[in-house]
T-cell receptor
Framework: ETGVTQTPRHLVMGMTNKKSLKCEQH?????MYWYKQSAKKPLELMFV???????ENNSVPSRFSPECPNSSHLFLHLHTLQPEDSALYLC??????????????FGNGTRLTVT | AQSVTQLGSHVSVSEGALVLLRCNYS??????LFWYVQYPNQGLQLLLK??????LVKGINGFEAEFKKSETSFHLTKPSAHMSDAAEYFC????????????FGSGTRLLVRP
């Protein structure tokens, strides 16, 4: 498998549920990202991990908890979400630190619906 | 602070017509600039990127973009639209002086009429 893979593709959860989104990259990159894409809003950067350390946390509510166990895997743990958290969650990866601005490579996203 | 503005949330063209999607950026330092495309139910795919090597950048699927510093613009063009070009297009900017932040515009949905 190549590129960036996200599972599940679709997720419906109640506000009291706990679920996790998974992302795996097969590109040998050293940085991984979570973005949130809501209707009629620009993409919002949520978290960035570089070499498995979190380097960005853009004031995301604590009901979203990221985890990066190694450079190929990234998780987003969800707990007691709100209906306004319904969105497309996109994972991306890039290779940083080589003096060139490498682009982000995105997965196909997880469509989350909170009921 | 850096930002991008995409003029027009929707652009409609006829098949075979010129495609022009506008992007203006603001950045206090020289930026890296990108165009991404998103097809329905998919993630974002890189179309092209500007990294200061050349002002005219050619990308995939026949798209190209020209960096104009005097106009702070990076508009995306394609000479002849195809039905398969219908998608949402995002311009993004990133500072050259190191940052993980890629700032996206709000997107332009391209509609191609038969």
């Amino acid at each position: 498998e190549t590129g960036v893979t996200q599972t599940p593709r679709h997720l419906v959860m109640g506000m009291t549920n706990k679920k996790s989104l998974k992302c795996e990259q097969h590109l040998g990159h050293n940085a991984m990202y979570w973005y949130k894409q809501s209707a009629k809003k620009p993409l919002e950067l949520m978290f960035v991990y570089s070499l498995e350390e979190r380097v960005e946390n853009n004031s995301v509510p604590s009901r979203f908890s990221p985890e990066c166990p190694n450079s190929s895997h990234l998780f987003l743990h969800l707990h007691t979400l709100q209906p306004e958290d319904s969105a497309l969650y996109l994972c991306a990866s890039s290779q940083e630190g080589q003096g060139d601005n490498s682009p982000l490579h995105f997965g196909n996203g997880t469509r989350l619906t909170v009921t | 602070a850096q930002s991008v503005t995409q003029l027009g949330s929707h652009v409609s063209v006829s098949e075979g017509a010129l495609v022009l999607l506008r992007c203006n950026y603001s950045s206090s330092v020289p930026p890296y600039l990108f165009w991404y495309v998103q097809y329905p139910n998919q993630g974002l795919q890189l179309l092209l990127k500007y990294t200061s090597a050349a002002t005219l950048v050619k990308g995939i699927n026949g798209f190209e973009a020209e960096f104009k510093k005097s106009e702070t613009s990076f508009h995306l063009t394609k000479p002849s639209a195809h039905m398969s070009d219908a998608a949402e297009y995002f311009c993004a900017v990133r500072r050259m002086d190191s940052s993980y932040k890629l700032i996206f515009g709000s997107g332009t949905r391209l509609l191609v009429r038969p």
